[in-house]
């Protein structure tokens, strides 16, 4: 069982920054992939990025790829996502997400994961 907790929301202005968090309590955490996933308003869920338990194999969205950067800290429990110049069309609520694993395929597919947090919004004024 794990739980997941995302923070570091808020407003910013185009071609600003911003870090998220997401807490994971359950330990199994470092055994996971982890996921960050975002949904803006009207439209479907969508993958953003995801990493190996090792942090071997990272994956992106090619709209946030040379912009965004997930990474990891097993010993905290604690996955980020730094977010670099960011845009507009990057308003959306931010999910973190756990699945033990899968093929790079699934791994992009928010219906594999098994675990969720609430979200955090993230709004990118212009």
């Known amino acids: 069982q794990v739980q997941l907790v995302e923070s570091g929301g808020g407003l910013v202005q185009a071609g600003g920054s911003l870090r998220l968090s997401c807490a994971a309590s359950?330990?199994?955490?470092?055994?996971?992939?982890m996921g960050w996933f975002r949904q803006a308003t009207g439209k479907e869920r969508e993958f953003v990025a995801a990493?190996?338990?090792?942090?071997?194999?990272?994956y992106y969205a090619d709209s946030v790829k040379g912009r965004f950067t997930i990474s990891r800290d097993n010993v905290k429990n604690m996955v980020f996502l730094q977010m670099n110049s960011l845009k507009p069309e990057d308003t959306a609520v931010y999910y973190c997400?756990?699945?033990?694993?899968?093929?790079?395929?699934?791994?992009?597919?928010?219906?594999?994961?098994?675990?969720w947090g609430q979200g955090t919004q993230v709004t990118v004024s212009s």
């Open positions: 997400a756990a699945v033990q694993d899968g093929t790079a395929a699934q791994i992009m597919d928010g219906r594999v994961y098994d675990y």
């Open positions: 359950g330990r199994s955490f470092s055994r996971y992939v």
């Open positions: 990493l190996s338990w090792s942090g071997g194999r990272t």
